[in-house]
């Protein structure tokens, strides 16, 4: 079932490459077909998901390189479990919004396709050599999106975000394979299941630099500062069909890779380097959210926007107790709804108004009363209004971070810290909201959503009343899976390659 759910996409990618570049009515249906089947799996594995099991489920395997022990091997648990969900339905979304597309309709369809598929095989894959591979599958669809159907400055955008992850990807390849020579070094025994590499005890002076391998590649993905500089010319370049994928799901696959690597993996050296990641992280929440709102572009708004709200997914997780991970995780769901919908808002925008200029842009909510409501919600979302689901991310890390043994006396700083970027957050989509949509209007010729355009925006509206005023069937469903990760007991000795107790 988890290989259907990334597999069809990646077929109907390839098999898109054979169908005629006129034939739009076939590409937008195996387009359509193959995104809606692979969301269609998801919810059948969010239903059948065992909310009791801390372990992985519907575990799939076979022998992929059997003289190198290399397998393919993937599995589901909490931790994974809603940004498999998310992914898909963003996916769908992506490939909807993509018929929009004017020139090279088919290859753009096929590329977002395999981009889903990427990022799904990161959220499932259990076999490091198999998570390095989706990691790389990723990389590839987003350098073709941007640097061909990109806009401004593409070329420079795609160089700068390819280097980075590259750079990162290298380490983390160094790091993995390092991984299971030291688990070869205590049990003579060969593996890239993460499943077992995770019992494996590893020295503290080895840890340090593994952990630093692993969190500079995800720390890149995220991104968190200082490493950020890469993400604003690549959202303001990118696509929306892309950007929905790029920001909703791709830019969570590093914090997921600090929560299946890291942690389990290097307990002492994320002791070490908690404080100094959650400043890091604080700096990034504040700086994010201060650099929108010197922003004119709707798009660079969202983006430096972004930046913020990573940052407090990202010192959740660092907090290392159940509070923090759990909201980050929620967060994790609730920045993919709030951000894609807000990239969707800024597209229907531009393509009505001509401009995302805000200097350009005033009393829209006259023409547009129908997108005018709909960006009113989604706008109290994302600056942490209660009963919203913004609000009970934020909530939950904070006070994560408030009683967070990890940050050495600091916590209270962070979460002050925090609270100002929340106070920043407020301004930026205030002015963004209240410059576009507010004031007299000198177009009177602007006409609003369409039926089908409110289609794509409605699920956000939806599900940001579902979790801010219910997140409990969201929670439920991680916790276990938390809970098994924070209290994680390293089985096999490195210095006896014997199996201990404790």
């Not at 002015?431 to 000198?442: L, P, V």
């Amino acid at each position: 079932m988890l290989s259907l759910i990334i597999f069809i996409p990646l077929i109907a990618a390839l098999a898109l490459l054979m169908v005629s570049r006129e034939s739009v009515a076939a590409i937008k249906t195996v387009g359509v077909g193959a995104a809606a089947a692979s969301f269609a799996l998801s919810l059948w594995l969010l239903f059948s998901f065992d909310t009791a099991n801390p372990g992985m489920q519907f575990v799939q395997t076979f022998h992929w390189v059997p003289a190198l022990h290399i397998n393919y091997l993937v599995g589901v648990d909490g931790i994974s479990l809603w940004m498999v969900v998310l992914t898909a339905f963003l996916g769908l979304l992506a490939v909807m919004l993509s018929f929009s597309q004017k020139e090279g309709l088919r290859n753009f369809v096929a590329l977002i396709l395999a981009l889903e598929a990427g990022t799904l095989g990161v959220f499932l894959a259990l076999d490091t050599i198999l998570f390095y591979v989706f990691w790389e599958l990723m990389l590839v669809p987003t350098y073709f999106l941007i640097g061909i159907w990109g806009e401004g400055r593409r070329v420079y955008a795609t160089m700068k975000f390819v280097i980075y992850t590259l750079v990162g990807s290298l380490l983390m390849l160094v790091a993995i394979v390092s991984l299971t020579m030291v688990h070869y070094g205590a049990t003579h025994d060969v593996t890239f299941d993460l499943r077992v590499l995770t019992l494996t005890h590893i020295d503290p002076s080895m840890q340090i630099w593994m952990f630093l391998c692993f969190f500079l590649a995800f720390a890149i993905k995220v991104p968190v500062f200082p490493l950020h500089s890469w993400l604003p010319h690549a959202y303001v370049a990118c696509p929306i069909p892309a950007l929905i994928l790029l920001t909703g799901a791709m830019s969570k696959t590093g914090a997921y890779g600090f929560l299946r690597f890291c942690l389990p993996l290097f307990p002492e050296a994320v002791e070490s380097f908690a404080t100094v990641i959650g400043l890091m992280a604080a700096a990034g929440m504040v700086y994010g959210a201060w650099i929108a709102i010197a922003q004119k572009d709707l798009k660079a708004l969202v983006a430096y926007s972004s930046i913020s709200h990573l940052g407090f997914i990202v010192i959740g997780i660092f907090a290392h107790n159940g509070t923090g991970i759990e909201g980050s995780l929620l967060q994790m769901i609730n920045h993919g709804i709030i951000a894609s919908a807000l990239f969707l808002i800024v597209a229907f925008i531009e393509m009505r108004a001509g401009t995302r200029n805000l200097n350009e842009l005033r009393g829209l909510s006259k023409a547009m009363p129908v997108l005018y409501g709909t960006f009113m919600l989604i706008m109290l979302a994302a600056l942490g209004l209660p009963g919203l689901n913004g609000f009970v991310g934020e909530f939950l890390i904070l006070m994560g971070v408030w009683t967070s043994s990890m940050f050495s006396g600091l916590s209270g700083i962070l979460v002050l810290m925090g609270g100002l970027s929340i106070v920043f957050a407020s301004i930026y989509m205030l002015y963004m909201f209240q410059g576009s949509m507010q004031g007299k209007s000198d177009n009177q010729e602007l006409t609003d959503i369409s039926r089908c355009e409110f289609k794509l925006l409605l699920p956000a509206c939806l599900l940001i009343l579902l979790i801010g005023l219910y997140p409990k069937p969201f929670i439920d469903r991680v916790t276990p899976s938390v809970e098994s990760l924070l209290h994680l007991e390293k089985t096999v000795n490195l210095h006896t390659g014997e199996e201990s107790g404790h």
